[in-house]
T-cell receptor, first 114, second 114 residues
Framework: AQSVTQLGSHVSVSEGALVLLRCNYS??????LFWYVQYPNQGLQLLLK??????LVKGINGFEAEFKKSETSFHLTKPSAHMSDAAEYFC????????????FGKGTHLIIQP | DGGITQSPKYLFRKEGQNVTLSCEQN?????MYWYRQDPGQGLRLIYY???????QKGDIAEGYSVSREKKESFPLTVTSAQKNPTAFYLC?????????????FGSGTRLTVV
């Protein structure tokens, strides 16, 4: 079985501040992990993915995430928030190299304060 | 460019009507998925299909039906049995393992009951 927990349905940061969105997963086998971003009334866009290569993964728009097996975490970070980062962010896990499809967290709404 | 096309972007349904949401992909992906998105509830899986002429119920299949007659197409019908159909509907596709690379999403259809 696989599951994802995203801590915080809403996260608010000031423009220029560090962005940290938390994701913890449960998987019985080594997981594949993904972060997606969704802007209003649009589909989900892949930000970055971990598929058992380097544990620090860099994605688009300056985001990165680190896979920590001991903590079963895959937190998303960005050093300096921009107003354009305001969106919904989803963490997702897949076990068995994709054989079980993707399980999504409930999402975190990122708010950027000017 | 390859991608997933959902149409229409906005759809209005009268009480008691069936409506069909279109999803077409030219990515040559084997698997296709339908999700429903409501505020604060994340993504909920309605149906998925891993090969042509075969599909499986997801977590909230009641009141919905699908078909998969072609690899490229996976239409979703929202029937009159779905009591609360107003939501944002997302279609996605993926390639099978061992080349699984996450899901590619369409831009969504917003369905409103009038």
């Amino acid at each position: 079985a696989q599951s994802v927990t995203q801590l915080g349905s809403h996260v608010s940061v000031s423009e220029g501040a560090l962005v940290l969105l938390r994701c913890n997963y449960s998987s019985s086998v080594p997981p594949y992990l993904f972060w997606y971003v969704q802007y209003p009334n649009q589909g989900l866009q892949l930000l970055l993915k971990y598929t058992s290569a380097a544990t620090l993964v860099k994605g688009i728009n300056g985001f990165e995430a680190e896979f920590k097996k001991s903590e079963t975490s895959f937190h998303l970070t960005k050093p300096s928030a921009h107003m354009s980062d305001a969106a919904e962010y989803f963490c997702a896990v897949s076990s068995g190299g994709g054989a079980d499809g993707l399980t999504f967290g409930k999402g975190t709404h990122l708010i950027i304060q000017p | 460019d390859g991608g997933i096309t959902q149409s229409p972007k906005y759809l209005f349904r009268k009480e008691g009507q069936n409506v069909t949401l279109s999803c077409e992909q030219n990515l040559n992906h084997d698997a296709m998925y339908w999700y429903r998105q409501d505020p604060g509830q994340g993504l909920r899986l309605i149906y998925y299909s891993q090969i042509v002429n075969d599909f499986q119920k997801g977590d909230i299949a009641e009141g919905y039906s699908v078909s998969r007659e072609k690899k490229e197409s996976f239409p979703l019908t929202v029937t009159s049995a779905q009591k609360n159909p107003t939501a944002f509907y997302l279609c996605a596709s993926s390639i099978d393992p061992p080349n699984f690379n996450g899901y590619t999403f369409g831009s969504g259809t917003r369905l409103t009951v009038v």
